[in-house]
């Protein structure tokens, strides 16, 4: 585990203007990850010991904090993250915490995978944030209660080792574990307030749910899709488009700034394993005046595979799901899809199953991963 960077101590107290003026954050390098802990996925904080100030599901709250200076409850300062109560001591002759006194909450990961980096983000918290965190992964199958995690024969990995963290920052770690998590334990020593909780790694699925679906999203975050590079992620990034569920706003898509060149932009994904695509669909939901105007889907085995075009350059039409049929099916183990001449789509779904080949390499890397 690396910390990049360190960040730590009180941040000034809050003096009016912009809260994130003085905000400290970096560019960590596992960000383009996608994030495992999104409730998009299905993630959720399924239990904590304690959130008398505030709730423990806003660590997963998709966007960032917010602070409002006057926001006030029967309990005290009501802030946009997971905070808990002061911890005191046994007595008046030893008022403190011990070293051992912390606060904890459990998080189910939206779907199990290999964790690159986590963000513990302090963001508002200046005087009243941990003074250190520590982080914890298990892989438990199913869908197992509080209960269950917190038994005593649940192996517990460390992710984080108890690290000093600062206030009102965005405190990363670079994670260096190659193993299948299912849940994390998140740690807060003594006590305080965390606003955001981000996860960031590669989907890791089962590969005997994926043998029972049979035909499925062979591109989709949730089954082991990634996005690999893109042209352009002015607006939004690319990984919108394998995201679960039909986009809900346009910038839930992805859309690129507008060219004015004669190129066009792309996105460029890596399949689950390798697969047999039997039909696609580009779905523009909610990008009206700004679609992309045409777009074509190309495939290739292997990393050095040659790219063969699946889907010619096809008008496409504004919020509208378009869905094509292809008359045999297509094998490769990545997929690129064009647009042009820019804008954005929504969502892209390549419906197949995997390959022999492909069925085996997935299997293999769940039993490599302790799956």
């Not at 990984?239 to 809900?248: A, E, F, L, V």
Request: glycine fraction near 10%.
């Amino acid at each position: 585990m690396t910390a990049i960077p360190s960040f730590t101590g009180d941040a000034n107290p809050y003096g009016g203007g912009d809260p994130y003026a003085d905000y400290r954050t970096a560019d960590f390098p596992f960000t383009q990850y996608a994030d495992l802990a999104d409730r998009r996925l299905g993630a959720g904080v399924i239990a904590a010991n304690d959130e008398f100030f505030a709730q423990r599901e806003n660590l997963l709250v998709p966007e960032r904090a917010e602070f409002d200076p006057e926001h006030f409850g029967h309990k005290g300062k009501i802030m946009d993250g997971w905070e808990t109560r002061r911890r005191r001591g046994a007595s008046a002759d030893h008022p403190w915490p011990t070293a051992e006194d912390h606060d904890w909450a459990l998080v189910r990961l939206g779907a199990p995978g290999v964790i690159r980096g986590i963000v513990v983000d302090t963001a508002h918290f200046r005087g009243n944030y941990p003074q250190a965190v520590s982080i914890e992964g298990t892989s438990v199958a199913g869908s197992p209660s509080p209960e269950e995690l917190l038994a005593d024969d649940v192996k517990w990995t460390t992710l984080v080792p108890r690290t000093p963290v600062g206030g009102h920052a965005a405190n990363g770690f670079a994670i260096a574990v190659e193993q299948r998590f299912t849940h994390l334990r998140v740690n807060q020593h003594p006590d305080g307030g965390i606003a955001r909780l981000r996860v960031y790694g590669e989907v890791a699925p089962d590969p005997a749910w994926l043998a029972v679906l049979s035909t499925f999203d062979v591109v989709a975050l949730e089954n082991g899709g990634q996005v690999e590079d893109a042209s352009n992620l002015f607006y939004s990034p690319a990984t919108n488009t394998i995201q679960p569920g039909r986009s809900r706003k346009m910038d839930d898509g992805w859309e690129t700034r507008r060219r004015r060149d004669q190129g066009n932009d792309w996105i460029r994904y890596r399949l689950v394993a390798q697969s047999q695509i039997r039909a696609i669909e580009i779905d523009t939901a909610y990008l009206k005046g700004n679609s992309a105007g045409w777009a074509s889907v190309s495939v290739k085995d292997g990393e050095d595979g040659d790219w063969q075009e699946i889907l010619p350059r096809t008008r496409l039409q504004p919020d509208t799901n378009h869905r094509f049929v292809l008359p045999t099916p297509a094998v490769g183990t990545h997929a690129r899809v064009d647009i042009f001449p820019d804008g954005g789509i929504s969502r892209l779904r390549l419906h197949g199953s995997l390959t022999d080949q492909g069925a085996s390499a997935l299997a293999a890397r769940h039993q490599e991963l302790g799956g």
